[in-house]
């Protein structure tokens, strides 16, 4: 054994999953290795059986392709770091956020048995399925009613993301799967059940999408509100919360001839892939908000008292460390919409251009744009193509765009989403501190930081200087620097964070002139964002009602 000692993080994304070996002593990524899921996300056909449509609004997976990533990004991260497995004394693990599925009693999930390959309530439900949105509107209505004292917590609203609405969607959907499965459990301590054989709770992905607060779940009596042969809910969600940082078990024989890790090595108490960043940017302090920012986007805060701030997506005691409130919220797409406008919306004449300079049409559409005065391009959007996660938490909210004409190019187009990207980040910035959430710190994480337009402008409408994460792994690192944790290398996530977390303090701070300017754009996106937003006109929902009848469901 070497003097040196490493930890190894395990970031599962939406797409893929990550491994990390990173040095205790200083944060020093080693080794990495990507594997990506064989299935993807499946949100138009089951493809993991026979092909069959999927109704709108899912968004499911399969389990087997997170084992993978255990069998195959391990082993290659291991080997590429040239570390031996007797050095690594810890594991962490990080999840996109409230991506659950129903098991047996072993953690066996329910879509793996042959009797339920073709039922889609059988498999994951990713963080971005919505298929129960009336559920989650029936949770608010009941919880609204009773008066419960843990709705103001969630802002007073509730995501069709969390894990009840979608637990609720089964019970309605198909009542065998509900009936049979023993949990419903989250991915985060799925992933951690696989290695360790202990099933253990995690504090923050508990509190935030399962409505855990104060030690517990809502009652049995109000599940039993919901609908009364929904009241042994309650039993499919309990199991021992464990809070980060913690050690949660240690890595099993079966799971060592996975990964190639030594039997016995501590893992830590899972975490949400957006949260588990803030310690890999020395966010842990309070008043620092961690801004995750790819496909979707989260922020994420902490601070020293309970407050409640309409529209957001949570806060929960000891969410983000322990001994601080942790703050949530976020837009449910944000690289996505970008990604969206590139692949279905750019003419082939743009993709020439870009295949002929050997560059993205991203990198191409943000030049295009960048030589373009503020509000040049005269457009306004609304960044709510996969519904608004936070203020408004809505998922029947769609896309918008005012002011096209015909002399409207690709390029401003794509400069007005961008933009609205950066409207809904500072609408989320003020609905914050304007609650008593202070804000000192704004630090960037996530694969959106290569565009160095973007986060310029994302200083510029916030007026907030902009920190950036000093690595690409944010998620891996800090699911290792917890991994150290656990297993007893520091005695706390600060003290681990500020021994190998990173950052790059004020990578971009606001133009006043280019604020100014984009004061005038706000203005007008704020307008729109409460007319369609707050009930002023609900043609969002009608269309998309339409859509459901016209598509048959």
Known sequence: MSDEKYVCGIDYGTLSGRAIIVRVSDGKEMGTAVHEYRHAVMDRVLSAHKGEPLPPEFALQ??????????????????????????????????????????????????????????????????????????????????????????????????????????????HKDREIYDRMTYFVDAVDWIVWQLTGNYVRSAGATGYKALYQDGKFPSRDFFADLDPEFADALDKL???????????????????????????????????????????????????????????????????????????????????????????????????????????????????????????????????????????????????????????????????????????????????LLEATAFGFRTIIESFTSNGVEITEVIAAGGLLKNKFLMQMYSDVTRKPLSLADTGYAGALGSAIHGAVAAGAYPNVHTAAAAMGKKIPNAYTPNEEASAQYDKLFAEYTLLHDYFGRGGNKVMYRLKDIKRQAMGH
């Open 62 to 171: 399969y389990p087997e392709d997170y084992i993978e990533v255990l069998k195959i990004a391990v082993p290659e991260a291991i080997r590429n770091s040239g570390v031996k497995p007797e050095d690594i004394i810890g594991v962490g693990t990080d999840f996109t956020s409230a991506t659950v599925m129903p098991t047996d009693a072993n953690g066996w999930p329910l879509c793996q048995w042959q009797e339920y390959a073709g039922r889609p309530h059988a498999y994951v439900k990713l963080w971005k399925h919505h298929g129960g949105q009336a559920e989650a509107d029936q949770i608010i209505e009941v919880a609204r009613k009773r008066g419960e004292n843990w709705l103001p917590r969630y802002g007073d609203t509730l995501s069709s993301e969390f894990m009840l609405p979608k637990l609720l969607e089964t019970f």
């Open 238 to 416: 309990e199991a021992p919360v464990g809070q980060l940082g913690d050690k949660a078990g240690e890595i099993t024989a079966e799971a060592a001839a996975w990964t190639g890790l030594k039997a016995g090595t501590p893992v830590s108490v899972g975490n949400i892939d957006a949260h588990v960043a803030t310690p890999a940017v020395q966010g842990v302090e309070n008043g620092q908000l961690t801004a995750s920012l790819g496909t979707s986007a989260v922020y994420v805060v902490s601070g020293p008292e309970l407050r409640e701030v309409p529209g957001m997506f949570g806060v929960v005691d000891g969410g983000l460390v322990k001994g601080a409130w942790g703050f949530e919220a976020g837009q449910s797409a944000v690289g996505d919409i970008f990604a969206w406008f590139v692949k279905n919306c750019v003419p082939e004449s743009y993709q020439d251009e870009a295949d002929g300079r050997g560059i993205s049409l991203h990198q191409l559409l943000t030049e295009k744009a960048e030589k373009q005065n503020i509000g040049e391009h005269g457009l306004i959007a609304l960044d709510w193509h996969n519904g608004n996660r936070s203020i408004l938490v809505d998922t029947n909210l769609s896309g918008l765009m005012i002011g096209q004409t015909l002399t409207t190019t690709p390029e401003d187009q794509y400069r007005a």
